[in-house]
């Protein structure tokens, strides 16, 4: 009699149809967050290589001694804007995106430091008509080394650009991320040798 009632009960439990459908249920989230995660990760690294490029050739051309003309600077960078958009058309660069700052030497653009002077009241500041080297020129004290502009020739130029856009996959919710991306590129390029490098000029702090 047990036997009988047992029979359809041992049945059910052996049916193995439909089992295919709940486990594809239970791993389909992690694995199209794996997948579409691994598109985005290649499609950031794609982008990046895209800016860089574009930095680099831009950087080429800035640095001919046109490259100080602004209209001339301001078709280098739509260049830029043009290659990656063309892989990304939501790409985004505003007026800020683009930067230029020039140096001495390559070692100065790697590691900016202050202008030397002589700070004969020790009080950290440049002022009181204390004398101070113009290393780039620009006749202002520059705390930090840094000059923005193109620079003079055979300076060291530090050219950089940022992109903003959104994510292909809108996963990154789902992983506490933001949605939208923010990648920044930049080389240092000597300025072509169109000229006689000007020398060092000592200023007096005051006239900064």
């Known amino acids: 009699m047990l036997t009988k009632f047992r029979r359809p009960f041992v049945k059910v ?25 691994g598109f985005d990760f290649g499609h950031t690294l794609y982008m990046k290589s895209v800016l860089q490029g574009a930095i680099n050739k831009a950087a080429r051309d800035s640095a001919l001694e046109t490259g100080t003309v602004a209209e001339v600077q301001a078709a280098v960078d739509q260049k830029v804007i043009d290659q990656v958009t063309a892989v990304h058309r939501t790409a985004e660069f505003d ?77 990154a919710g789902l ?18 040798p169109y000229g006689q490098k000007a020398a060092a000029i000592t200023r007096k702090c005051e006239d900064a």
């Open 13 to 37: 439990v052996k049916d193995c149809e439909g089992t295919s459908i709940v486990e594809f249920a239970v791993i389909s989230p992690v694995m199209f967050t794996l997948l579409f995660g």
């Open 95 to 171: 007026t800020d995106s683009f930067s230029r700052s020039y140096f001495r030497t390559f070692t100065d653009a790697a590691f900016p430091e202050s202008e030397v002077w002589d700070d004969t009241n020790s009080d950290g500041e440049c002022n009181n008509d204390e004398n101070y080297i113009d290393e780039n020129n620009n006749s202002t004290f520059d705390a930090d080394g840094i000059a923005d502009g193109q620079g003079y020739t055979r300076d060291a130029v530090k050219y950089s650009a940022t992109v903003r856009y959104d994510r292909l996959f809108p996963l």
């Open 175 to 192: 992983l506490g991320i933001s949605n939208r991306v923010e990648l920044t590129a930049s080389t240092v390029i000597a300025n072509q």
